[in-house]
């Protein structure tokens, strides 16, 4: 596929800094992944436990290096605080005999920020990234269905529902135009 480099990008406008995870995330982590909505959304290996975090952000190099994932914190600029994380992991959709890989976009927010448009805006400044810097033709993502917050932040980067994927969750995907990507400000 690819190797995945790890930026920090910046919205000053929005105070927004999207940045590696740091091995001092670690506790924030594991807080994160015992929340019941974030838990059924991530794949975490093993109990999210502090050390597990650890690990698992110790292994993000090595993740990034082989073109599997890249995931990045949420937070203020010029702050160390952790409100959430954006990333892109690679993902493999079979329907049928025909299998594509694909890149998909995903994101959490802890739940003392949310309702303020932070994944709507981590999500819109990684987005135009994804499809310069690596250059895909289009990202894809899985949002649980009746999910409104997460529906509506898709919508404002510039996805778009495609079909469900299964009982619980449908397929989006966009931006069908690399100069499609609106602005997602911290409204909404």
Do not use: C, K, Y
């Not at 910046?10 to 994160?32: E, F, K, M, Y």
């Not at 959304?41 to 109990?47: L, S």
């Not at 605080?81 to 049928?96: D, H, I, Q, S, Y």
């Amino acid at each position: 596929m690819f190797v995945l480099p790890a930026p920090a990008l910046v919205d000053p406008a929005r105070g927004l800094v999207l940045r590696p995870w740091r091995s001092s995330d670690a506790l924030v982590l594991a807080t994160a992944w015992a929340v019941p909505d974030i838990a059924t959304q991530a794949t975490v290996p093993g109990v999210g436990t502090v050390a597990n975090a650890e690990r698992w952000i110790a292994g993000a190099p090595a993740r990034r290096g082989v073109g599997m994932s890249l995931d990045l914190v949420v937070g203020p600029l010029g702050g160390d605080e952790v409100w959430g994380e954006v990333g892109l992991t690679r993902l493999r959709l079979t329907a049928g005999d025909a299998t594509r890989d694909e890149v998909e976009i995903g994101w959490w927010v802890l739940p003392g920020h949310r309702r303020r448009g932070v994944a709507t805006a981590a999500a819109g400044l990684l987005a135009p990234w994804a499809l310069a810097q690596l250059d895909v033709p289009r990202l894809v993502a899985r949002i649980e269905g009746g999910a409104e917050g997460s529906e509506a932040g898709a919508t404002r980067v510039g996805l778009r529902r495609l079909t469900s994927l299964d009982a619980t969750r449908d397929l989006w995907t966009g931006p069908s135009d690399r100069g499609a990507v609106p602005s997602a400000g911290l409204a909404g």
